[in-house]
């Protein structure tokens, strides 16, 4: 069964939106989860490292203002994208390792589609 | 230059044939390597993790080279199911980087 649970698994909404995705592990304790961002036809790109208890990391030219991470607790991560627009239409997906070690396979969410109209 | 880069295919095989991907990677500090399938508008899922000495599960083989930094599958009697976008991966200091993806599909 799943290991990672991600919601909403779809999303549409108008242009200036603010939308929150949640990533949660499921029996497991994660101190890190992973955010990445898929657009079609291409891989994925790590956005963000989601760190329990303190500020994410982000990857070179990820706006931390503009895609908000909250890890506030052992099991559950959220990336809030603020003010969506067009341009922000993608594939976005969390992971998290079951082992602790980030180093060890991931286990994925099952994604969320956004689309902003 | 892409850190981890494969040759995104289609690769189109008939059922029954061994087909072979490979990738290299940039960063010499990657210290664990994975294959992942990834189906259309789906989450990537773990195909196999890729070890120095080689391992083999089923019809899959993966393969390490540190020296070249070359990773391979090889994929043996391939199946319609296995039709998919293959994922190379690489990680380091906690991150995984993905390749571009292999496309695969496989014919009757």
């Known amino acids: 069964g799943a290991v990672v649970s991600q919601h909403p698994s779809r999303v549409i909404c108008k242009s200036g939106t603010s939308v929150k995705i949640e990533c949660r592990s499921l029996?497991?304790?994660?101190?890190?989860m992973f955010w990445y961002r898929q657009f079609p036809k291409q891989s994925l790109m790590l956005m963000a490292t989601?760190?329990?208890?303190?500020?994410?990391?982000?990857e070179q030219g990820v706006e931390k203002d503009k895609f908000l991470i909250n890890h506030a607790s052992l099991t559950l991560s959220t990336l809030t994208v603020t003010s969506a627009h067009p341009e922000d239409s993608s594939f976005y997906i969390c992971?998290?390792?079951?082992?602790?070690?980030?180093?060890?396979?991931?286990?994925f969410g099952d994604g969320t589609r956004l689309s902003i109209l | 230059r892409k850190e981890v880069e494969q040759d995104p295919g289609p690769f189109n095989v008939p059922e029954g044939a061994t087909v072979a991907f490979n990738c290299t990677y940039s960063?010499?500090?990657?210290?664990?390597f994975f294959w992942y399938r990834q189906d259309c508008r789906k989450e990537p899922k773990l195909l196999m993790s890729?070890?120095?000495s080689g391992n083999e599960d089923g019809r899959f083989t993966a393969q390490l080279n540190r020296a070249s930094q070359y990773i391979s599958l090889l994929i043996r009697d391939s199946k319609l199911s296995d039709s998919a976008t293959y994922l190379c991966v690489g990680g380091y200091t906690g991150k995984l980087i993905f390749g571009q993806g292999t496309t695969l599909q496989v014919k009757p």
């Open positions: 989601s760190n329990e208890g303190s500020k994410a990391t982000y």
């Open positions: 029996d497991f304790q994660a101190t890190t």
């Open positions: 890729v070890y120095s």
């Open positions: 992971s998290a390792s079951q082992l602790g070690d980030s180093n060890q396979p991931q286990h």
């Open positions: 960063n010499s500090a990657s210290q664990s």
